[in-house]
């Protein structure tokens, strides 16, 4: 492998030529060879966009050249856009303020930015600490950078996951308003609602989960930059944070501000703990639906069978015939996971040692699984099976018929006591509740039709 000679304050290393990273980079690579996490691409897009950001603010305070600016803008668009993920080679498992990815970064900036100036004849140098990492700390830089990247995949990618979901379950909430079933609670039959209502609970639970996340996600547009070491903003303009952000807010369309204490944002991360609690409610929410699904879909004929489910492959390998509600099974996996993660993020965020936390890349790796494991799990759920409920109905009728439940509403007419008596005396001889009614002498078969009524016992529709 053809190699070339870096340095740093530590001396010289060799580095693979055809890399752009420099020496810090290549010392994390060899001290660290943990697991096969990378540092998530969208972070190093996130890094790229602030390190364009500081460039521009320090090209407006008057620190920085307007060619350097020029080529550390030209190096970042290149990264920005995809052009050179390969020179990313580092795993989260590193110093947990994330300081390697940060040289990465300045690294490969300075490198390409370089090679741009060198194309134009231009003597200037650009220097990945002295320029790329102007008025910037990796203790401000990482959190910043988390900030960016957990917003915009937000909004890029679980936002409308969630409300395709929502969409698809208000048409069903609409179109089976008329549909009336068995409700149960404790597993056990309870009184009726339609299917719609049962449907419209968990198209609430999305909404009011959108609503959790919609609010939550604005703690992500608070950003450390302006700190750099410890909060207090040595070497940096007094302005520079402020400038950052108005550049970020430019560049990505979203209405970052710098933090106004500087002290919280390198040494605590109770901002993505709370967003990532709104994950956690949405993961909560799905599984709950996930298995109502399940259980309602169950049989085909020795279970529930309330509804039926697309069937997207064969269940068994010994089984001809069976069908499993997989998607089900997927989504309420990828809760557990989310439920794994937010232990994991509070557990890091906890451990916030005077002036920095040094478990970022931790949490930003499980906050941003959470993030792609919902919206992509969300998204297969409602294509591969949520679209495809159609209700069965002959079994929610014979369910509905069969209820002893339907004694509630006898309650305002011949009390609890009388009406329980019903009940149990149907259910000891097997017979049905309106054979019991009249059995008992407590009412008329007239006035058991009268007031024995599903249909009416739904509610007021929305």
């Known amino acids: 492998m053809s190699v070339r000679i870096e340095r740093d304050t530590i001396g010289e290393i060799e580095v693979p030529s055809d890399k752009y990273w420099g020496a810090q980079t290549e010392r994390s690579k060899r001290n660290f060879p943990v697991g096969k996490e990378t540092m998530p691409i969208e972070v190093v897009y996130a890094f790229a ?19 350097k600016k020029e080529a550390i803008h030209y190096a970042t668009n290149k990264v920005i856009n995809g052009k050179l993920d390969e020179h990313f080679p580092l795993v989260v498992w ?15 900036v300075a490198h390409v ?59 069903q909430e609409e179109a089976y308003q008329d549909i009336v079933k068995i409700g ?4 056990q039959d309870a009184t009726p609602l339609t299917l ?9 639970m999305l909404d009011k989960s959108l609503e959790m996340i919609n609010e939550s996600k604005k703690q992500m547009l608070n950003l450390a930059i302006g700190g750099t070491a410890v909060g207090t903003g040595l070497n940096a303009h007094p302005e520079f944070g402020d400038k950052v952000a108005k550049f970020l807010s430019k560049q990505t369309g979203h209405p970052f501000t710098s933090s106004e204490n500087k002290f919280h944002a390198l040494t605590s991360h109770d901002e993505v703990v709370y967003f990532h609690g709104s994950l956690k409610a949405l993961a909560a929410d799905i599984m709950k639906i996930a298995n109502d699904i399940r259980w309602l879909a169950s049989g085909p004929r020795a279970g529930i069978g309330e509804i039926e489910i697309p069937a997207n492959e064969p269940g068994s390998s010994i089984m001809p015939g069976k069908v499993n509600p997989t998607q089900a099974e997927m989504i309420t996996m990828v809760a557990t996971q989310i439920f794994g993660n937010d232990t994991t993020v509070g557990m890091a965020a906890s451990q916030g040692n005077f002036e920095l936390n040094v478990y970022k890349p931790v949490i930003l790796l499980n906050t941003l699984q959470s993030i792609y494991l919902l919206a992509d799990g969300i998204k297969t759920f409602n294509d591969n099976c949520a679209v495809g409920i159609k209700p069965i109905q002959e079994n929610i009728d014979q369910f509905l018929n069969r209820s002893l439940m339907l004694v509630t509403a006898l309650n305002p007419h011949i009390g609890y006591e009388k009406a329980a008596k019903i009940a149990k005396n149907a259910h000891e001889k097997g017979i049905t509740l309106k054979e019991s009614a009249i059995e008992s002498g407590f009412l008329t078969e007239e006035q058991f039709n009268k007031w024995i009524k599903p249909e009416e016992m739904i509610g007021p529709k929305a």
């Open 196 to 204: 719609g209502q049962e449907i419209g609970g968990w198209r609430f």
């Open 184 to 187: 149960r609670t404790h597993l």
């Open 113 to 171: 930015a370089n090679l741009h100036l060198k194309e134009q004849g231009s003597d200037e140098v650009v220097h990945p600490n002295d320029d790329v990492n102007m008025s910037q700390s990796s203790n401000d830089t990482f959190p910043t950078a988390m900030h960016i990247a957990l917003y915009g995949e937000v909004e890029r990618k679980l936002i409308d996951a969630v409300s395709e979901l929502r969409d698809t379950f208000k048409a």
């Open 49 to 67: 966009e602030l390190k364009k950001a500081c460039a521009s603010a320090n090209n407006e305070l008057g620190k920085l050249s307007d060619m």
């Open 94 to 108: 590193q110093t947990g303020s994330g300081t390697q990815s940060n040289m990465n970064m300045n690294e490969v």
